[in-house]
């Protein structure tokens, strides 16, 4: 039957398909809490600023023109997908290129790094090989993947809590001091700050009670319980980068940086490929495409998109954004886990997000590195605690000694040496363990054993 519009007239398919695309993404992109979400969006900044930071300081990254592109992004996947959808730098790639000479692995050489790996997470989205990919791998070893990012996230951010940072050369400096505008005190001020306003994280019923005590208690706990933590403490790190440097007001130039393509020579697009890409596309398929998806169905399981979408939209983000000079990107479980513990429940979150971003791009341009260069490293902290902490907490459902333990072994492996070796490990031990209970299934059982 031909479907009809409000005027009563029949809808012709083009405009029934224009007014299904709008309605979703209109769908995707209303916030659920005004206020959650926009503390949502502030989730994921602790992985966010560190890697942009450290890049800009040691490379020289245009942070403009990334701050452009990843607000693109941010909006897009926002509108496409409807959940608090990441947009993360490639750590592995970010690694590489900080731990080297800008001789040997600099500007040109992480952009081609991120578009090969872009280019080959796209074409294993399109030919449908990446959902594949995920139909199989057993949910045991995501979860193992999923533990060991968010244990390493968790571990990055004492660390960033105790110990005082240069991102330069990606290393503590020194015991943090106990007291001033970047101590232990404020540190862990904000982390007690986190807990009494979220808690464990778990959305409960709330309990009716009887009388004026009762209805008090209720609005205490609703009170409480809508306070932006994340936004609060982020806008509190930004105001004492500010009172830290007084003379970052002179270093502010506005206008979004000049825009230019990179050149990238035979020499760049081999480094980039042998020492970027190959360490890092075991860590995209992974934490980028299949467990952001299995956590993203767990978190909303309303929403569908394959993991063939994700690994295209990753894929096309960086074919496009390195060309200039774009910071390489990807979707990360850590980020999602990190939104969705802060509030964040739709895709107008990282929308949001990403319009501040765009702004800031083409308003302040490059010039904000001196204020992400004051900005309190214990307060990243705080927040990249709980992200990780959220992460590894998916782990949870594991019920059955035998998932539980290659879930642990893929950690462990993968924490003492990365997220490829542990994948390896934890398939190689859940094939094993699958034909030891196979070959026991199918032996005749003995006279004294039958029922």
């Not at 947009?87 to 040997?104: F, G, L, R």
């Not at 449908?128 to 999923?146: A, D, E, H, T």
């Not at 706990?221 to 809508?226: G, H, L, M, P």
């Amino acid at each position: 039957m031909e479907s009809q519009s409000q005027s009563g007239q029949p809808e012709t398919p083009k405009r029934s398909r224009f007014t299904g695309m709008f309605h979703k993404l209109r769908t995707n992109l209303v916030f659920r809490s005004k206020l959650a979400e926009i503390n949502g969006a502030m989730g994921d900044l602790g992985t966010y600023i560190p890697i942009v930071l450290a890049l800009t300081l040691a490379k020289d990254l245009d942070l403009g023109t990334t701050l452009i592109f990843t607000g693109i992004y941010n909006a897009i996947t926002g509108a496409v997908y409807g959940v608090p959808m990441p947009v993360q730098p490639m750590k592995s790639i970010a690694a590489v290129a900080i731990s080297s000479t800008a001789e040997d692995f600099g500007i040109p050489e992480i952009m081609a790094a991120g578009i090969c790996t872009g280019g080959i997470l796209f074409v294993l989205g399109i030919s449908g090989l990446m959902q594949l990919v995920f139909n199989i791998i057993p949910l045991s070893v995501v979860r193992g993947i999923q533990l060991s990012q968010g244990l390493a996230f968790a571990m990055s951010a004492v660390k960033y809590i105790r110990k005082e940072q240069n991102f330069t050369k990606s290393k503590s400096v020194g015991d943090r001091p106990w007291l001033g505008l970047d101590g232990l005190v404020l540190a862990l001020v904000c982390v007690l700050f986190i807990v009494l306003v979220n808690g464990d994280g778990e959305e409960k019923e709330e309990e009716e009670e009887d009388g004026s005590r009762g209805r008090r208690r209720r609005r205490i706990r609703s009170f409480i319980a809508n306070v932006p933590s994340a936004l609060l403490i982020f806008l509190l790190g930004v105001v004492l980068a500010f009172i830290r440097k007084p003379s970052i007001v002179h270093d502010i130039r506005f206008g979004p940086s000049k825009m230019k393509v990179v050149r990238i020579t035979k020499k760049a697009w081999k480094n980039g490929f042998l020492k970027g890409t190959i360490p890092q596309l075991p860590l995209s398929v992974l934490n980028s495409v299949v467990a952001v998806c299995k956590l993203s169905y767990d978190l909303f399981p309303e929403k569908e998109f394959s993991a063939a979408s994700v690994s295209m939209t990753v894929g096309l983000m960086n074919m496009v954004g390195c060309w200039f000079g774009a910071m390489p990107t990807c979707h990360g479980a850590g980020g999602l886990a990190g939104q969705y513990k802060f509030g964040g429940r739709s895709g107008g979150c990282v929308a949001l997000l990403g319009v501040a971003k765009m702004v800031l791009g083409l308003v302040l341009g490059g010039s904000l590195v001196g204020i992400l260069d004051k900005f309190p490293v214990g307060v990243l902290g705080a927040l990249l605690l709980f992200a990780g902490i959220e992460l590894a907490m998916a782990a949870r459902d594991m019920n059955t000694k035998g998932d539980a333990f290659v879930m642990l072994i893929c950690t462990a492996v993968s924490l003492g040496s990365n997220a490829a070796i542990g994948f390896v490990a934890g398939i190689l031990l859940y094939v094993v363990l699958w034909m030891r209970n196979y070959k026991r299934s199918t032996l005749p059982l003995r006279s004294d054993e039958h029922p």
